[in-house]
């Protein structure tokens, strides 16, 4: 499949980078949460033709515990039905345990994500024929702290450096899937991906990201969320 060969690369490519303070912390669980990860690939990632909803990279409770983007572990385990061996990272932080499957700590983007998709669509199979979820950057950041860093607050030659391997594999992943639209899941998202839907003839656009950091984000994300899916030509069931 080309979109596992393309992500395999991406985790070579992301794993040779080096990042230095404030980031004490580096988890890539491409690496050590491939077996998800790539269930995820291989049984929702082969439809073409599809919306692209592209997130920003993982978060401390989400793919990063499970491989799966924006992946609020209840919600991956028991509506996609993806489960499987999660390792742990080499370096990995003592505040933030990568516990699995097992963790018990929501990723609230990741609740009002997939638990939007459940309530519009019902089953995956209906979600998955008109969308594909993927992450811009594979990486979560760690301050000593435990502080999440995200990858735009990262020093300007290591953001460069992270950003050319990232858009190498969006740029692939988005010839292989050839979506009508990508749609960013806030500003950072869409940023990335304009310049590469503009190389490619693809309409871009973006919605509200779900993160729980946003105000606006926290009153009715879902409802604001499918207004600027419909803005966008976007038609919901």
Not at 71 to 96: F, K, M, N, S, T
Not at 132 to 157: H, M, Q, W
């Amino acid at each position: 499949m080309e979109l596992v060969a393309i992500t395999r690369t991406l985790a070579d490519a992301v794993d040779r980078l080096r990042f230095g303070a404030p980031v004490t912390h580096v988890y890539n669980p491409l690496r050590y949460a491939w077996a998800p990860h790539e269930q995820y690939l291989r049984r929702f990632g082969e439809r073409r033709g599809r919306v692209i909803l592209l997130g920003m990279n993982p978060g401390p409770f989400g793919m990063a515990q499970c491989g799966v983007p924006f992946g609020e572990v209840g919600l991956v385990r028991d509506w996609l039905g993806i489960d499987g061996a999660v390792q742990r990272p080499r370096h990995e932080h003592p505040a933030r345990p990568i516990e699995g499957f097992a963790c018990t700590r929501s990723e609230v983007s990741g609740a009002r994500l997939w638990g939007w998709a459940r309530d519009r669509f019902g089953t995956p199979a209906r979600f998955f024929a008109r969308f594909f979820v993927i992450n811009y950057c594979p990486l979560a950041f760690l301050e000593a702290s435990g502080k999440n860093r995200t990858p735009d607050k990262l020093p300007s030659a290591e953001r460069a450096a992270l950003y050319d391997v990232c858009d190498t594999a969006l740029l692939q992943s988005l010839q292989v899937l050839q979506p009508t639209r990508v749609v960013g899941i806030g500003a950072f998202a869409q940023a990335r991906a304009q310049p590469i839907c503009d190389r490619l003839g693809i309409a871009g656009g973006t919605i509200l990201h779900p993160s729980p950091a946003s105000p606006l984000a926290n009153a009715g994300w879902a409802d604001k969320a499918e207004a600027q899916l419909r803005a966008l030509g976007i038609a919901l069931p």
